[in-house]
């Protein structure tokens, strides 16, 4: 029987990136995953395959809408979604087959299964018929298992016409008509995917505002914008129920003063949340201690039970591929002996739409009800040379920073290519940095990251190329 330093329950980006750096510093490290790929949601049903379809959905678009602007006359346009799956599948080969490799570059073991487990130092790999089980031994257990999608008991999935996110991802055609329950970032995303290629599409979402947790101004704008593009949304309505009928489906919803509403649609994507993944791994005869139902650990990602570990979606903190990667390296560090450590004051959250939504740090509105003193600069993309050449000046920076010291608190975005600009302020925060900081950086011109240091400059009421 194997006896290995570290086992690590599921090849999510946390899981995997946790058994690399585990390997690099030496320790014999298997992983167990059930799944015939590595790479988890994220890579196999989650943000891969959704990025290769909004970008795919956005080329769509942008030819049939705005080439015409730009002096290019297209004709005979004409929609493949079977190729369009097929590339979206093939990036998804490509990404799992390349973290199967880095698993052998690395020596770490794959074991294909469902992991069992019988003690903090037992796991039984089930294979499923597949192939014989074997039981493995460790000195160190760490548990990624991830998260699924919550399902509503009013609202059954049947992965025809009420779905969750995976089934979003495979609609053979168009629907006419996608109801989308929730406004949150999946609702959202898959929602502009669709709305793109020709659905109506209708975000219903329980609470006042879509976006939740979103600073205010960022939410109202993505609406805004989000709207002009098609989708329809309902607010301060509860969907109480469904009806699915010959392939068509009548929600049943209420709004804020308790009217009885119908919403009908040919697919119905639900998209109200994710909860961590911990029952089939037999994981509650370890008895660990639990916080909000997730699993609770120390500083060092430690749990109750000594040799047992966990990180990601199944332990406190936003449920972000990103954040699990990131635990996923510390806590390899941790069991090595090392020092090990996530800032959770500075991680980025992205919506990948068009325009994006990045942000970092807490939003305005808990500043405000914080009393932290903060000064804000905000500066709009549409006084952006680069967005301007690119059609994209919808949207705009903002950065708050302490109103005494200076230092950056959090920043929200909307606009192109945010995901990407959110970096720099992630940065700057790590080091401590100060709004003068990005003032004072040199920013090359023209390009999209000269809105982050405007808005910087815009906290001391100095920015050059809008009023202050
Ligand atoms: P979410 O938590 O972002 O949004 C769910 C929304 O559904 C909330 O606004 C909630 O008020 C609403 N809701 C709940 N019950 C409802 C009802 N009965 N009727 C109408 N509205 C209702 O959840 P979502 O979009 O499912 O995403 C799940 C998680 O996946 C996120 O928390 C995120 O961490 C992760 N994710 C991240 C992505 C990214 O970083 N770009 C992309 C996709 C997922």
């Known amino acids: 029987m194997d006896t290995y330093d570290l086992i690590v329950l599921g090849g999510g980006p946390g899981g995997y990136v946790a058994a690399i750096r585990a390997s690099q510093l030496g320790l014999k490290t298997a992983l167990v995953e059930k799944r015939d790929t590595l790479g988890g949601t994220c890579l196999n049903v989650?943000?891969?395959?959704?990025?290769?379809?909004?970008?795919?959905?956005?080329?769509?678009a942008r030819t049939a809408g705005e080439a015409a602007t730009h002096g290019i006359s297209v004709s005979g346009l004409k929609l493949d979604l079977a190729t369009m799956h097929q590339r979206k599948d093939g990036i998804v080969r490509k990404l799992t087959g390349g973290v199967s490799m880095l698993m052998k570059a690395n020596k770490v073991d794959v074991h294909t299964g469902t992991g069992w487990v019988i003690d903090a130092e037992t796991v039984e790999v089930r294979s499923a018929g597949k192939g014989k089980n074997v039981t493995l031994k460790c000195r160190n257990l760490l548990l990624a298992t991830g998260s699924v999608p919550v399902e509503l008991p009013f609202l059954p999935f049947d992965g025809k016409v009420v779905v969750d996110s995976t089934g979003a991802l495979a609609f053979e055609k168009v629907p006419d008509?996608?109801?989308v329950v929730g406004g949150g970032v999946i609702g959202l995303e898959l929602g502009s995917v669709w709305a793109r290629l020709g659905s109506k599409v209708t975000v219903v979402e329980v609470l006042p505002e879509i976006m939740?947790?979103?600073d205010g101004q960022i939410a109202k704008t993505m609406r805004r914008e989000l709207g002009k593009q098609g989708i329809e949304f309902m607010l301060k309505t509860r969907v109480t129920g469904v009806a699915v009928n010959r392939g068509k489906a009548v929600l049943t919803a209420q709004d804020s003063a308790e009217k009885e509403l119908e919403i009908a649609g040919d697919r119905v994507l639900v998209a109200v949340g994710r909860r961590p993944y911990l029952e089939e791994g037999n994981?509650?005869?370890l008895a660990l201690e639990m916080k909000d139902r997730r699993i609770s650990v120390n500083g060092r990602y430690a749990t109750s039970l000594d040799g047992v570990w966990a990180i990601g979606d199944i332990?406190?903190?936003?449920?972000?591929?990103?954040?699990?990667?990131?635990?996923?390296?510390?806590a390899a560090e941790c069991i090595a002996g090392r020092a090990g450590h996530v800032n959770y004051g500075a991680i980025p959250n992205v919506i990948y739409t068009w325009p994006e939504a990045a942000s970092v740090g807490p939003t305005e509105e808990q500043l405000k009800e914080q009393g932290v003193p903060y000064r804000a600069g905000t500066f709009p993309f549409a006084a952006n040379g680069?967005?301007?050449a690119m059609d994209a000046t919808a949207g705009f920076v903002k950065i708050l920073a302490h109103a005494e010291s200076d230092a950056v608190l959090a920043a929200h975005m909307v606009g192109p290519w945010v995901s990407d600009l959110i970096g720099e302020v992630v940065t700057t925060m790590e080091y401590g940095g100060s709004a003068e900081d990005i003032a004072r950086s040199t920013h090359a011109h023209p390009?999209?990251?000269?809105v982050v240091k405007e808005a910087a400059l815009g906290v001391d009421g100095r920015m050059i190329h809008a009023k202050n």
């Open 283 to 285: 994981l509650e005869t």
């Open 212 to 214: 939740a947790g979103w």
């Open 447 to 450: 390009t999209l990251s000269e």
């Open 315 to 330: 332990i406190h903190g936003p449920m972000l591929a990103h954040k699990a990667e990131d635990e996923g390296m510390a």
């Open 46 to 60: 989650g943000c891969i395959p959704s990025k290769a379809l909004l970008d795919s959905s956005e080329f769509w």
């Open 386 to 388: 680069r967005a301007l």
């Open 177 to 179: 008509h996608l109801v």
